[in-house]
């Protein structure tokens, strides 16, 4: 089990980006994205972006990318467009960027989601991975599978006190600062 060493280390607040990815969403309504950004933010983290873009794969890849490059974001987290149904690509859109998948971060979220709504937990293709050391994490579109994300498993690996150990630490843009 986790542990964390609030005692020892000072906490290293993160630059997160978020999208939304949705045909029918807004700002208004967008309750998926204004949980994570409320999350982040009382984590410690600062929001770097958040946006709003349509089921399109090369939408979702261009503005994805866009953070990958930018050396002040460290993390993104898309949520939507995850399920089986027609325009639900963004696995699709995602995964050509990453260097590196991290399996079991779909593995987990699909096990501790079993808890909350059984097999339909199938249904959900929620990846991860890093990609020019900026850590990727595309989760459901539902409030209740980002909270799932974002309490049971992405909070703790993106704080750099989590013991045995977390992505912060395997961070080189943000250690060599």
């Known amino acids: 089990m986790a542990h964390s060493d609030n005692e020892n280390r000072a906490f290293l607040p993160l630059n997160i980006a978020v999208l939304t990815v949705s045909d029918t969403r807004t700002e208004d309504t967008d309750k998926s994205g204004a949980l994570l950004r409320d999350r982040l933010e009382a984590a410690g983290h600062q929001l770097a972006e958040k946006v709003i873009e349509p089921d399109d794969i090369y939408r979702i890849r261009a503005t994805v990318s866009r953070w990958i490059a930018d050396p002040d974001i460290q993390v993104v987290v ?57 850590y990727v994490f595309s989760l459901p579109g539902s409030s209740n599978a ?32």
Do not use: H, Y
Not at 115 to 125: A, V, W
């Open 78 to 134: 898309t949520t939507g467009g995850t399920g089986v149904t027609g325009r639900d690509g963004t696995p699709e859109a995602v995964t050509p960027l990453l260097d590196k998948v991290i399996e079991g971060f779909g593995e987990v979220f699909r096990a501790l989601s079993f808890e909350d709504i059984g097999t339909s937990t199938l249904q959900s293709r929620c990846v991860a991975g890093v990609a020019n050391g900026t």
């Open 146 to 177: 980002c909270a799932t994300g974002w309490d049971k498993l992405i909070v703790s690996q993106l704080d750099n006190r989590t013991r045995p150990c977390n992505l912060v630490e395997l961070m080189p843009r943000l250690l060599e600062t």
